[in-house]
């Protein structure tokens, strides 16, 4: 009960006298902005590949599972290549590029 009413005299003394507590955070610079239309899908196809290679790695060293991996990050290779030469790739090829190649267990 003693060290409650301690830490508590010592909260509200140190609210009366402007100090900070808990973590600080500086806002002198403002969030970065969600990415939008291709450089979403990019960064969306950029992360299935990375979580990809790291299944292609973990999983199996099956050469039919490893070639399963391999064709998926070719494919998401591929989309990500049309959306940089600016043609619009729709959301849901993006979305077939991500599915798991079912060849693993998840």
Not at 4 to 11: E, I, P
Not at 64 to 92: C, F, M
Request: glycine share 8%; hydrophobic share 40%.
């Amino acid at each position: 009960m003693r060290k409650q009413r301690l830490v508590m005299t010592a909260l509200v003394a140190g609210l009366a006298a402007g100090v900070a507590i808990g973590p600080s955070r500086a806002f002198a610079q403002a969030p970065a902005a969600a990415p939008t239309g291709a450089d979403a899908k990019i960064a969306q196809l950029q992360g299935c590949i990375d979580h990809f290679k790291q299944a292609r790695k973990g999983w199996s060293q099956e050469p039919d599972t490893q070639a399963t991996y391999d064709e998926k990050i070719a494919n998401a290779k591929r989309l990500i290549a049309s959306l940089q030469g600016g043609t619009d790739v729709p959301q849901d090829k993006i979305d077939h590029a991500c599915k798991s190649p079912k060849s693993a267990p998840y």
